[in-house]
Protein backbone atom coordinates (compact mmCIF):
# COMPACT_ATOMS: atom_id res chain seq x y z
CA UNK A 1 0.00 0.00 0.00
CA UNK A 2 1.00 3.54 -0.72
CA UNK A 3 1.56 5.23 2.83
CA UNK A 4 1.39 8.65 1.27
CA UNK A 5 -1.93 8.35 -0.86
CA UNK A 6 -4.06 6.46 1.69
CA UNK A 7 -4.41 4.85 5.50
CA UNK A 8 -3.06 1.69 5.65
CA UNK A 9 -4.36 -0.83 9.42
CA UNK A 10 -1.84 -2.41 11.12
CA UNK A 11 -3.13 -4.74 13.59
CA UNK A 12 -2.11 -8.19 15.08
CA UNK A 13 1.70 -9.25 15.13
CA UNK A 14 2.61 -8.56 11.50
CA UNK A 15 5.32 -6.35 10.56
CA UNK A 16 5.46 -3.20 8.76
CA UNK A 17 8.19 -2.80 6.26
CA UNK A 18 8.79 0.60 4.89
CA UNK A 19 11.16 0.83 1.09
CA UNK A 20 12.51 3.79 0.36
CA UNK A 21 13.84 4.13 -3.11
CA UNK A 22 16.71 6.28 -4.33
CA UNK A 23 15.24 7.08 -7.75
CA UNK A 24 14.60 9.98 -7.70
CA UNK A 25 14.61 12.32 -10.92
CA UNK A 26 15.83 15.42 -12.03
CA UNK A 27 14.17 18.29 -14.23
CA UNK A 28 16.32 20.69 -16.41
CA UNK A 29 13.98 23.17 -17.61
CA UNK A 30 14.85 26.44 -19.98
CA UNK A 31 12.37 29.32 -19.94
CA UNK A 32 12.12 30.93 -23.01
CA UNK A 33 10.48 34.24 -23.45
CA UNK A 34 8.54 35.46 -26.85
CA UNK A 35 11.40 35.86 -29.05
CA UNK A 36 12.76 31.93 -28.00
CA UNK A 37 15.65 33.97 -26.00
CA UNK A 38 16.39 32.80 -22.70
CA UNK A 39 14.57 34.45 -19.92
CA UNK A 40 16.55 35.29 -16.70
CA UNK A 41 14.73 35.80 -13.08
CA UNK A 42 11.32 33.87 -14.14
CA UNK A 43 10.06 31.53 -11.37
CA UNK A 44 9.54 27.80 -12.50
CA UNK A 45 7.17 26.09 -10.41
CA UNK A 46 6.61 21.93 -10.98
CA UNK A 47 3.25 21.18 -9.70
CA UNK A 48 2.07 17.54 -9.15
CA UNK A 49 -0.91 16.16 -11.57
CA UNK A 50 -3.85 14.90 -9.74
CA UNK A 51 -4.76 13.56 -7.51
CA UNK A 52 -1.47 14.46 -5.92
CA UNK A 53 -2.06 18.47 -5.90
CA UNK A 54 -2.53 18.79 -2.46
CA UNK A 55 0.73 16.85 -1.51
CA UNK A 56 3.05 19.50 -0.57
CA UNK A 57 6.54 18.18 -0.39
CA UNK A 58 5.96 16.87 -4.36
CA UNK A 59 6.35 20.71 -5.37
CA UNK A 60 9.20 22.41 -6.53
CA UNK A 61 10.32 26.09 -7.21
CA UNK A 62 13.04 27.95 -8.32
CA UNK A 63 14.26 30.86 -10.46
CA UNK A 64 16.09 30.89 -13.44
CA UNK A 65 19.66 31.99 -13.91
CA UNK A 66 21.11 34.32 -16.00
CA UNK A 67 20.77 31.48 -19.10
CA UNK A 68 16.80 31.33 -17.99
CA UNK A 69 18.25 27.65 -17.12
CA UNK A 70 16.59 26.06 -13.59
CA UNK A 71 17.46 23.09 -11.78
CA UNK A 72 14.74 21.03 -9.98
CA UNK A 73 16.07 18.14 -7.94
CA UNK A 74 14.63 15.23 -5.58
CA UNK A 75 11.55 15.04 -7.38
CA UNK A 76 9.33 11.87 -7.16
CA UNK A 77 8.58 9.92 -9.96
CA UNK A 78 4.99 10.91 -12.01
CA UNK A 79 2.55 13.15 -13.40
CA UNK A 80 3.37 17.26 -13.04
CA UNK A 81 3.24 20.58 -15.16
CA UNK A 82 5.85 22.81 -15.17
CA UNK A 83 5.20 26.47 -14.97
CA UNK A 84 6.89 29.67 -15.67
CA UNK A 85 5.55 32.54 -14.17
CA UNK A 86 6.45 36.07 -15.63
CA UNK A 87 6.12 37.42 -11.99
CA UNK A 88 5.46 36.23 -8.51
CA UNK A 89 5.16 37.66 -4.73
CA UNK A 90 7.25 34.61 -2.87
CA UNK A 91 5.87 31.90 -2.02
CA UNK A 92 2.77 33.00 -3.81
CA UNK A 93 2.93 29.44 -6.18
CA UNK A 94 1.85 27.33 -2.65
CA UNK A 95 -1.89 28.68 -3.79
CA UNK A 96 -3.73 26.21 -5.04
CA UNK A 97 -6.10 28.79 -7.20
CA UNK A 98 -3.60 30.11 -8.92
CA UNK A 99 -2.00 27.29 -10.09
CA UNK A 100 -5.48 26.44 -11.05
CA UNK A 101 -5.61 29.55 -13.02
CA UNK A 102 -2.97 29.13 -14.99
CA UNK A 103 -3.48 25.39 -15.51
CA UNK A 104 -4.08 24.66 -19.21
CA UNK A 105 -1.00 27.13 -19.98
CA UNK A 106 1.38 24.29 -17.84
CA UNK A 107 3.83 22.28 -19.44
CA UNK A 108 2.72 18.34 -18.98
CA UNK A 109 5.60 16.18 -17.86
CA UNK A 110 6.21 12.73 -16.84
CA UNK A 111 9.10 11.70 -14.84
CA UNK A 112 10.43 8.29 -14.35
CA UNK A 113 12.57 6.43 -11.96
CA UNK A 114 15.65 7.90 -12.25
CA UNK A 115 14.84 10.38 -14.75
CA UNK A 116 16.93 13.03 -16.18
CA UNK A 117 14.71 15.16 -17.90
CA UNK A 118 15.02 18.28 -20.47
CA UNK A 119 12.82 20.63 -20.82
CA UNK A 120 12.03 24.25 -22.31
CA UNK A 121 9.10 26.21 -21.75
CA UNK A 122 7.30 29.32 -22.20
CA UNK A 123 7.03 32.47 -19.63
CA UNK A 124 3.31 32.37 -18.51
CA UNK A 125 2.55 36.15 -18.06
CA UNK A 126 0.67 36.93 -14.67
CA UNK A 127 0.39 40.78 -15.12
CA UNK A 128 -2.98 41.14 -16.34
Known amino acids: ?50 PNRRRWELYRADLTNSSGHVQLKEIEPGNYKVFAMDF ?19 TRIQLGPGARDRVNIPIISTRR
Open 1 to 50: ADLLNSAVGVSGPDHLDIRLSPNVATLDAVVVDANNAPAQSVQVVLAPGH
Open 88 to 106: LESGAWKDPDLIQRYEELG
